[in-house]
């Protein structure tokens, strides 16, 4: 069963209960709907996606972090609006390579690159909005980016 399939009734399910029951009751909806997907993401193996390679000096998962010199080489082609540069630079924020963590600046990065169909940001964005990270929770969002990552064959968005 796809991931996806298992999130949009999970979904369907929370929104159905809070909006025919007592806010305290949907609290406990939450956490069922946490749980499973909990369950679904157990299938998929580690979650984070490494920064990729495309003509762009960038750190492999068995590489050394980037250095300052590479993070302003990708900065200057993700705002020229190269989506690699651009997922690559959301990668950077989220895990602190060669810079502070930040959460906020990863989403967006990651947000410019899904506009351009990347599948691994698209993928990471889905998590973000998933667990609220850089932001508020947005589980219809990350159905919709979990749903756009699969249509394109991204392997860890199958169950």
């Known amino acids: 069963m796809c991931i996806i399939l298992v999130l949009q ?46 003509k762009l000096p960038v750190a492999s998962p068995q590489a050394t972090i980037p250095d300052a010199e590479t993070i302003e080489i990708t900065r200057k082609r993700a705002n020229e609006g190269n989506p690699i540069a651009q997922f690559n630079m959301g990668v950077y924020a989220e895990k602190g390579w060669s810079m502070p963590v930040d959460m906020v600046a990863a989403r967006s990065w990651y947000l410019l690159a899904c506009e351009q169909g990347h599948i691994k940001a698209q993928f990471n964005l889905a998590l973000m909005y998933l667990l609220g990270e850089g932001g508020p929770e947005e589980p ?20």
């Open 140 to 159: 219809l969002n990350a159905v919709k980016y979990f749903t756009l990552a699969a249509d394109q064959g991204d392997a860890p968005a199958h169950v």
């Open 9 to 54: 009734q999970s979904l369907l399910k929370y929104t159905q209960f809070q909006s025919s029951f007592h806010p305290l009751q949907g609290a406990v909806m939450s956490r069922q709907f946490f749980c499973a997907v909990v369950v679904a993401a157990s299938f998929l193996g580690p979650t984070s996606v490494h920064a990729q390679s495309a």
